[in-house]
T-cell receptor, first 113, second 114 residues
Framework: DQQVKQNSPSLSVQEGRISILNCDYT??????FLWYKKYPAEGPTFLIS?????DKNEDGRFTVFLNKSAKHLSLHIVPSQPGDSAVYFC????????????FGAGTQVVVTP | DVKVTQSSRYLVKRTGEKVFLECVQD?????MFWYRQDPGLGLRLIYF???????EKGDIPEGYSVSREKKERFSLILESASTNQTSMYLC?????????????FGSGTRLTVV
């Protein structure tokens, strides 16, 4: 039962424009969320995170927004660059004692010139 | 630079073979994980280990086993490979209490079972 969902498998955006990636979750007990970025033939790398006590976290061109009432978060990339072309995974730690990460299905972003 | 190394980048195995995927980390991390990545399904946890000789099942452990005899090494074993185990396998490690959960992933092993 997937508790972290990314319903858009792909996104194409022009260089310089905004990319908006969406993530929904079903477990209201989740209190921390992360975004990972993955290039082909490489492992995922951490991009940005947000605690449930915040509704926004910004790091350079990347901003994550959290709407707890809607159980929804989004990642904004502004401006998008060709190097941003990758698969982006939304993740949340499980609420059991292990706190292991569970991931969404991922969104493939393609930034075109 | 911290590293998680997976022994093979690509593997092709026959149905019914016993397959070993090896993962080594040099960061003295307590936790190690095996995930598989499939299109439309994302990363799904197969097994994890929080200490030497300790292991816990993840979300999809059927058909797999693991071994952790040393802190730095975590092996994933496919007892009898099947075509539905064709996938990208990713190993990760983390230290307990790390900020942002501190997952470091290996580059992955693309396994094809024919």
């Amino acid at each position: 039962d997937q508790q972290v969902k990314q319903n858009s498998p792909s996104l194409s955006v022009q260089e310089g424009r905004i990319s908006i990636l969406n993530c929904d979750y079903t477990n209201s007990m989740f209190d921390y969320f992360l975004w990972y970025k993955k290039y082909p033939a490489e492992g995922p790398t951490f991009l940005i995170s947000i605690s449930s006590i915040k509704d926004k976290n910004e790091d350079g061109r990347f901003t994550v927004f959290l709407n707890k009432s809607a159980k929804h978060l989004s990642l904004h990339i502004v401006p998008s660059q060709p190097g941003d072309s990758a698969v982006y995974f939304c993740a949340a730690p499980t609420t059991d004692s292990w706190g292991k990460l569970q991931f969404g299905a991922g969104t493939q972003v393609v930034v075109t010139p | 630079d911290v590293k998680v190394t997976q022994s093979s980048r690509y593997l092709v195995k026959r149905t019914g073979e016993k397959v070993f995927l090896e993962c080594v980390q040099d960061m003295d991390h307590e936790n190690m994980f095996w995930y598989r990545q499939d299109p439309g399904l994302g990363l799904r946890l197969i097994y994890f280990s929080y200490d030497v000789k300790m292991k816990e099942k993840g979300d999809i452990p059927e058909g797999y086993s693991v071994s952790r005899e040393k802190k730095e090494r975590f092996s994933l074993i496919l007892e009898s490979a099947s075509t539905n185990q064709t996938s990208m396998y990713l190993c990760a490690s983390s230290v307990v209490g790390a900020a942002n959960y501190g997952y470091t992933f290996g580059s992955g092993t693309r396994l094809t079972v024919v």
